[in-house]
């Protein structure tokens, strides 16, 4: 490949769910922080390196508030990517971080457990009920994170049909389906309204009370930014959740070895799902929200202007083989695991704690209760929502005995 | 009045949180983990706030006479 002209992005999709696409081991080995266009010609810098990708999510010259300008180009999201939590730097972002992060400490989501242990042998009780081949999207790996956020939020049970077909809508293709994304963005707003209402004259013990108490005692977030909080939180929660229990079991199934393994040592379900965090491709394009530098950087050699757009490519970092021994291997029992699929820096995802967890609990019931699962489909008929950042399975049919 | 800042390392994950934040308080060491820049500060909301913000509550902030510094 030449030095100098810009890459196609997004690049082609890669052969198979289980591996970054060849080109960006090649970028990451040659061409660690390359110029990508855009099918509308902006430009911005992929960066590859785990490293380099961890100086852009922490180091403050990257700016996601710069990012979300209207000469940037997009990756997705639409409003949640401009307006939400991860459209802000510090020190704003700080004051709206701290308000709910308390609710998502390790001490915190371990009091969840028992609870996110007994939805879990529901869920699984209840899909046992369905004739094979039964979607595991419908019946568990959605319902589960639902769930969980619900109770957290105190949105009531009775509502989550409602926002549902929203909340798919809003994790939509920005580029193809911008319409249908902002009309579920209003639509989300106007259910939070309702609920912020409804709370506001019955609080509960719940974080939207809690935030609510937050702007109406001591003014801490505007009321949009209380709505705006709701649904980031409330999409956040399980979107991304539901669709890596369907990729850690798909995942697993491709390497029987490693599934024989983590049943006969289910006390090693926690570093199994750090690894599996690891292993598992989020999006297809591996990449994250765009940041913009704030003055010139140099990374790996090149310097990178002012006020230029930069992808960090978590998916490619988490293959580095200069971090990770043999790094396109699954390996459940890995001990040196400095993966970055959360994220890291300011915007390190905040219910990383609580998605552990869930897929903690998710994996330890599927494997004890359903060992014999399968899925009915070949890979290749498995359909995905397209999205940049997310890929969202759209049904998982499954069989076991 | 100064305060004093602590990392508790054997609980930090690495996450990049704090350093993120307020890189004049906080950078990571070759392992990824966070350690204070100083140990004795001035009075910072924003320090407060990315304690708080610590996902496994690695972060003390302490006044003079070791107690902790209220977060509101």
Redesign the interface.
Known sequence: MTQDSPISFPLPDPPTLYHPAPLLSELREHRPVAQVAFPDGKLAWLVTRHADV?TV????RFSRALATGEDMPQMGLGSLANESLIAKD??E???L??LV??A????RVEELRPRVATVVSDLIAGLRKQPQPANLVEHFSLPLPVQVICDLLGVPATDRDRFHGWSDAAMGNWERDQDVMAGAFISLGGYFMELIEAKRAAPADDLMSALIAARDD?DRLSEEELITMGIGLLIGGHETTANQINMFLLTLLEHPEQLEWLKANPGRLDVAVEELMRFTQLGSSTASLIRVTTEPVELSGVTIPAGQAVMPAIGAANRDPGVFTDPDRLDLGRAEN?HIG?G?????C?G??LARMELQEALRGLLTELPDLRVAVPDSELRFKPTMIVRSVEELPVVWS | MTWRLRVDREACI????C?????EAFD?DAD?KSRPVREEINPDQ?VL??A??????AIAVLGRDGEEIP??
Do not use: K, N
């Open positions: 961890r999510l922490i180091d403050s510090p020190p972002h700080t004051r971080r701290r992060a308390r998502f400490t390790a001490r001591d400095p959360f890291a820096g300011v915007h390190h905040l990383a704690q | 690495g996450s990049g949180m350093a993120g934040a307020v890189p990571l990824g924003d706030d990315a708080v913000s610590c996902p496994v509550e977060w509101d």
